[in-house]
């Protein structure tokens, strides 16, 4: 175990005893002053991007878009409710998201964050120390309606994105101190957080996208792997650090609860932490340790939430098999070490495809997420597959990411790191011999960064767990342990280097920090508030509605009505639904999909016009008629049958009754005993774009 004074920053030039406690203090409000900037930057970010305070209500929430405002909805509910208690109880009977299911969205959901945000709001309010600030009238112009907006921590949305802010203020914080330690030194953790500054676009997206799951478990997770680094760090024969132990176990419990996600983030750990156990980097007991901890906040998850499907999850197969393996190996004595290992690795491998294997014959949930890696492998294709590959969040990372980072230094200063980190390896292994030369705590954090990088060239959106890691394994370069090698002992030259790569990161940071904060933008989307001003006002409030999974998020979000589908992807029975749905948007004759429509009980059926006539800007193959063409290897294009949705659209709509259509929108009428329909103010173009 490291001596008392090495606890906190080993290799840091300590301070003396009387001003080690000044220090520590400087440490700490140098982190939350950092973290506090960020939560201004965030929120000032997002305010400009949308003009956010001269919303209406409906305005604020349609900007919510896709999977953000069915978590929004959650929330709103608990906030509009009397008592927490009372919204508890109706997000714990929702018949609302998934029509014809009664499920309990607490469990199914990763709804942890609205849950404590609910909480927290009737908390004060109850306690009378939040309240509306002020509010005023907005003039909207283009013969609109004037909106009445309001501001202050008493409105629910308000004080939903300042739990947002703040959840964003931890990030920073995190990872000033998670740089600093692994760099050891106070230069590593400002160098690698003006990386993160300079880079903003490409490590997070809070700024646009408050709602996300990222935004509430990304901070959590980070806060797990710097756990995970110290305890690689403080562990030795003596002991383990059980105070880093404890802190790592509550942050995956938070995380999984948080983000369905996690459990493949913690799943890319797991086989970092046993490629360095295989390479005798660290000990076989100290990896049973973090499995056995890892293990307990899995149940402890599955007992709070409805989350069982971890069991059936690649992390717990390869969780399971390793852990049990792990301690086979120490009652398999008669072995060589080499032998050990080799067979260890075969095993691991192979028992955790057999399980995982076993798990997916009763359990497709996460199949959409295996299918996804191997349609980027291969050739595979599928309709849920397509549906991900033709975003652009989706598709492999694009050479200006690359740019970007190359720009302001962070990729050169990365790279940099892990050969100086490689160097004094092989420089240690002349006197320490394999495998004291190396430091568990760094080759643990360059496997978790190459498996980030991985999964970022793979989905861009990854990206965003790749950058921020970029960050602090950039900060490492100014490390007292690498400067002190190179002869700069002295404090001021130390300063100076330091200094001097600021100033070259700084030249085209600057410049990508000023061009975010230049970005002046103001919501609006006259068609889709007014199709929801439409629903509020002429159909009955148990009207069950369908169509794109992203609108109708909206949709619940803003007028309370039942959906059959969401975009909840992740589901297997919600996959299943929207490729229902989405067979209006397909060759299939009207009367089919009508009776399709009818047996999941929809009531109305949302069309818009970019998915009936096609989008521009997208890549060939990716309009929705073509997804479709691919399910039926073409068949029905071969027999000449036209694409259902534009025939819908432009007003032969039999057996569906048209109830209201304008410039971007129509709404069908399956039960049309009556209807409305208002006429666009523009004409409908009258062909399909194939």
């Given amino acids: ?131 509306v600030e002020q509010c005023w009238q907005v003039e909207r112009g283009e013969g609109l309606p004037p909106v009445t907006s309001c501001e202050g921590l008493g409105v629910p949305i308000y004080f939903y994105l300042e739990v947002v802010w703040y959840s964003s203020m931890f990030t920073v914080v995190a990872l000033f101190c998670y740089a600093m330690y692994l760099g050891n030194s106070i230069r590593s953790g400002i160098v690698a957080t003006l990386f993160f500054f300079y880079n903003h676009n490409e490590c997070t997206r809070v700024q646009w996208t408050p709602p996300l799951r990222e935004s509430f478990a990304y901070p959590l997770l980070l806060f797990q792997i710097y756990m995970v680094t110290v305890i690689l760090r403080k562990s030795s024969a003596l002991g383990h650090d059980v105070d880093a132990l404890l802190k790592m176990g509550i942050s995956t419990i938070i995380s999984l609860c948080c983000w369905q996600f996690s459990q493949f983030v913690f799943a890319t750990q797991i086989i970092a932490l046993l490629i360095l156990k295989w390479m005798r980097i660290i000990s076989n007991d100290l990896y049973i340790c973090i499995c056995v901890v890892q293990g307990w906040s899995i149940m402890l998850v599955m007992n709070v939430t409805d989350r069982n499907p971890l069991l059936y999850s690649l992390y717990f197969c390869l969780l399971f098999t390793s852990c049990i393996l792990s301690f086979a190996v120490k009652f398999s004595k008669f072995l060589s070490t080499k032998l050990q290992t080799i067979l260890e690795i075969i095993l691991t491998i192979v028992c955790t495809k057999c399980l995982k294997s076993f798990f997916s014959s009763i359990y497709e949930d996460d199949a959409h997420v295996f299918n996804l890696l191997k349609s980027k492998l291969t050739n595979y294709k599928d309709f849920h597959t397509m549906l991900y590959t033709c975003s652009a969040e989706f598709d492999f990372l694009q050479f200006r990411s690359y740019e970007a980072i190359m720009k302001t230094l962070l990729l050169p200063c990365a790279v940099l790191a892990g050969v100086l980190a490689v160097y004094f390896w092989y420089r240690n292994y002349k006197t320490k011999g394999y495998p004291k030369c190396i430091d568990a705590d760094l080759a643990y954090n360059g496997l978790q960064t190459g498996a980030f990088t991985i999964m970022a060239i793979f989905i861009m959106r990854l990206k965003l767990f790749m950058n921020p890691h970029l960050c602090i394994i950039a900060g490492t370069v100014c490390s007292n342990k690498y400067l002190d090698k190179f002869g700069l002992k002295n404090e001021m030259m130390k300063t100076a280097v330091t200094i001097l790569l600021i100033s070259a990161m700084s030249y085209h940071g600057l410049e990508k920090l000023q061009e975010e904060r230049s970005i002046i933008g103001e919501y609006s989307n006259i068609e889709q508030e007014e199709l929801f001003e439409w629903i509020k006002g002429n159909t009955p409030e148990h009207a069950v509605f369908a169509g794109k999974m992203s609108l109708m998020a909206n949709l619940m979000l803003s007028t309370g009505r039942p959906i059959v589908n969401n975009p909840y992807y992740e589901s297997k029975e919600m996959r299943d639904r929207t490729m229902k749905v989405y067979e209006i948007f397909s060759r299939k004759d009207a009367a089919s999909v009508y009776f399709s429509l009818r047996n999941m009980h929809v009531g109305y059926v949302v069309l818009e016009k970019s998915l009936c006539f096609g989008f521009a800007n997208l890549q060939a193959g990716c309009q929705m008629i073509d997804l479709w063409d691919l399910v039926d290897n073409g068949t029905a294009k071969a027999a000449g049958k036209l694409p259902l949705c534009p025939l819908l659209f432009r007003g032969n709509a039999y057996p569906f009754k048209r109830a209201f259509v304008n410039n971007r929108y129509v709404v069908l009428q399956l039960d049309y005993s009556h209807y409305v329909e208002l006429k666009p103010k523009t004409s409908i173009p009258l062909h399909y774009q194939s």
Avoid: C, Q
């Fill in 1 to 131: 175990m490291a001596a008392d004074s090495d606890k906190r920053f080993k290799g840091v030039k300590k301070p003396r005893y009387k001003t080690m406690y000044l220090y520590e203090l400087a440490v700490n409000l140098i982190g939350v002053a950092i973290g506090l900037f960020h939560r201004w930057h965030v929120s000032t970010l997002f305010e400009n991007d949308r003009h956010f305070s001269h919303l209406s209500e409906i305005e604020r929430e349609m900007s919510f878009r896709t999977e953000m405002g069915m978590y929004y909805y959650y929330y709103k509910t608990i906030a509009e409710s009397e008592t927490f208690m009372d919204g508890l109880r109706k997000i714990s009977h929702d018949n609302i998201s998934e029509y014809g299911n009664v499920i309990d969205a607490t469990k199914k959901y990763s709804l942890m964050p609205e849950l404590v945000a609910g909480y927290l709001y009737h908390f004060a309010k109850n306690l009378g120390i939040i309240s």
